[in-house]
């Protein structure tokens, strides 16, 4: 069977005639597979998200639909690393595999194939039923000796202080051909009782009503509806609120213009006092209670009750068979004669703890390099090198990750430059900065004229981003040994890292005048002229730091990457090893 990945919404627009004959013939199709939904969805999303859809032939149509997105997360010290999430999590309480039920198990099978070619660490199945044929020959394609594979529970988001609820269990009526069998068949003498004069009162009430306008209504009614389920539950959980409130407003007005959205508010007078977003499903008969709220302050009535009330009979009236409760084992949902069934979070990781291919998905590029930003301006270098480095294993000219990763190493060469050029390999950079600057001062304090302790102040300044007091302690040092060619060369250093560059090769060159064998100088001299946009002096000044040591590993790299830069400078035939660059 062949798996093609459809990556646009253009694309999958123009498949919505195919997506839709699936949908009506798939018996375990639900809302959060319609096309209306996925596509609404993904178009309000920032991750990178896939379609992954199966059909026998090329040109033939296809047979099934696989919605996936792609995530990101990071083990400090190791590396950032993937996700795939299933398309709709984590706001949909259902997710699943949409197929024509002649190909589910064929198409199951290719479509776990074919995420297993994908870079990921993690695969999250969300609200997916396990009883399902197609479902437990998905997860069987991921073997135990590659991958582990477990439930992960969660605790409800939404709920009073006294409940104990279980968010996997799923509760649904299964609804008679009328309204009178249902409340004779489904309901105990009390509720029947409560129901039968909730109604009443509101059938032949001159101050409550319950309006669900058409589309023309549709989002001032979805409005008043969050703003009641705000203030009934929005100080539980506020971030978890502004997640559900911010969703809703991105995909339910689509459900709305496509007619899919059933949204039934009560009013008392002009007050609203419950509300309820009802997905319909009408290939299956089934309408699902995805959000609902009501004034708690209402103490003379039911109000949830008598919109549910008011609800199932009105499916009842337009031949729906089934009324799904939604997520969560609440006490009031059994009251309607509610039979439950589990749907489950399940995890799937690699066990080398790596991503498959141990590389990244090129699709998540853009959003490791903005976790990568952050990093750096949180100070948190060793992670941005890291990063970049992924960055660039997967896409090596990757221009502001190679950027970034330049710098890194410049600020670490900065760095270096604290120790003297003997120092064991192992003790370099291995000083607390903050330790390091506490004992610098506290030698100029006792020794104004300690030029060592001036000179590593000035870069310590320059590494905590106070590049003016860094020049100005460069300058100190300078003025207590003015022939000092590292002195000299660390002012290149701080006002090249301030981009200050025509000044800093002034520098550089004071100090090979003092000391014409410094690499360092001559090296970063070149990086300068680089900046400069002068790459023939550039590689001059890498030729003489490489003269005076031929291992100069930085140097031979910079100078590589000058070439790969300037593609009409040719290097000798001896070819230059290509290294990671330095900056």
């Not at 190679?402 to 060469?413: E, M, Q």
Request: charged residues 25%.
């Amino acid at each position: 069977m062949q798996v093609d990945v459809i990556e646009t919404l253009e694309d999958l627009q123009a498949l919505k005639g195919n997506w839709d004959r699936i949908y009506e013939i798939d018996p375990e199709a639900h809302c959060f597979l319609s096309s209306t939904w996925i596509m609404s969805w993904f178009a309000s999303r920032t991750l990178p998200w896939f379609v992954l859809a199966a059909r026998e032939e090329a040109d033939g149509a296809y047979v099934a639909f696989l919605p996936i997105q792609i995530g990101t997360g990071l083990d400090r010290g190791k590396g950032f690393y993937n996700i795939v999430v299933m398309g709709g999590s984590y706001f949909a309480p259902y997710t699943g595999i949409l197929s024509d039920p002649a190909y589910a198990d064929a198409s199951a099978l290719a479509f776990a194939e074919h995420i297993r070619s994908f870079h990921w660490r993690s695969l999250h199945l969300d609200g997916i039923d396990r009883s399902s044929v197609r479902i437990g020959l998905f997860l069987d394609h991921f073997p135990p000796k590659d991958f582990t594979g477990d439930r992960v529970r969660h605790p409800a988001r939404i709920q009073n202080a006294t409940d104990r609820v279980d968010p996997e269990i799923h509760l649904h009526v299964t609804l008679p051909a009328d309204f009178e069998s249902f409340l004779s068949e489904k309901l105990r003498p009390r509720v029947r009782r409560n129901v039968r004069l909730g109604l009443r009162k509101l059938d032949g009430s001159t101050t409550l009503r319950v309006t669900h306008g058409d589309s023309g209504a549709g989002e001032k009614d979805l409005a008043t509806l969050l703003g009641l389920w705000e203030k009934q539950w929005g100080q539980r959980d506020p971030g978890h609120a502004s997640y559900i409130l911010d969703n809703a407003r991105s995909v339910l007005p689509d459900c709305i213009r496509d007619g899919d959205l059933f949204l039934p508010i009560l009013w008392q007078d002009e007050t609203p006092i419950a509300a309820a977003a009802i997905l319909l499903d009408r290939p299956r008969k089934s309408l699902i209670c995805f959000l609902s709220a009501r004034d708690a302050a209402i103490r003379d009535m039911s109000p949830g009750l008598m919109l549910h009330a008011y609800t199932i009979r009105w499916a009842i009236e337009n031949g729906f068979r089934i009324y799904d409760l939604g997520a969560g084992n609440y006490a009031h949902k059994y009251i309607f004669g509610s039979v439950s069934r589990r749907l489950e979070h399940y995890r799937i990781d690699t066990r080398t703890g790596w991503n498959l291919g141990e590389r990244l998905d090129p699709h998540s590029l853009p959003l490791v390099l903005a976790r990568v930003k952050g990093l750096h301006a949180d100070g948190d270098q060793s992670d941005v090198e890291i990063g970049c480095r992924q960055i660039l294993a997967v896409e090596p000219a990757h221009r502001e990750a190679l950027a970034l990763y330049r710098d890194i190493a410049a600020s670490r060469t900065l760095w270096q430059t604290l120790w003297s050029d003997d120092a064991p390999a192992g003790e370099q950079g291995s000083t607390d900065r903050v330790q390091a600057e506490r004992q610098c001062r506290a030698a100029i304090a006792e020794n104004p004229g300690d030029f060592d302790a001036a000179r590593r102040l000035s870069i310590l300044l320059l590494l905590r981003g106070e590049a003016g007091e860094a020049e100005a302690e460069i300058a100190r040092a300078l003025e207590l040994r003015p022939d000092s060619a590292a002195a000299h060369c660390t002012y290149g250093n701080i006002l090249a890292a301030t981009r200050n560059f025509e000044p800093a090769v002034i520098r550089y060159d004071r100090a090979i005048a003092l000391e014409p064998d410094h690499a360092v100088a001559h090296n970063n001299k070149g990086n300068a002229l680089r900046h400069l946009g002068r790459p023939d002096e550039a590689l001059a000044s890498y030729d003489d730091a490489i003269a005076v040591r031929p291992d100069y590993e930085q140097a031979l790299a910079n100078r590589a990457a000058l070439f790969d830069e300037e593609p009409d400078m040719l290097p000798p035939l001896s070819h230059v090893p290509r290294l990671p660059p330095n900056v």
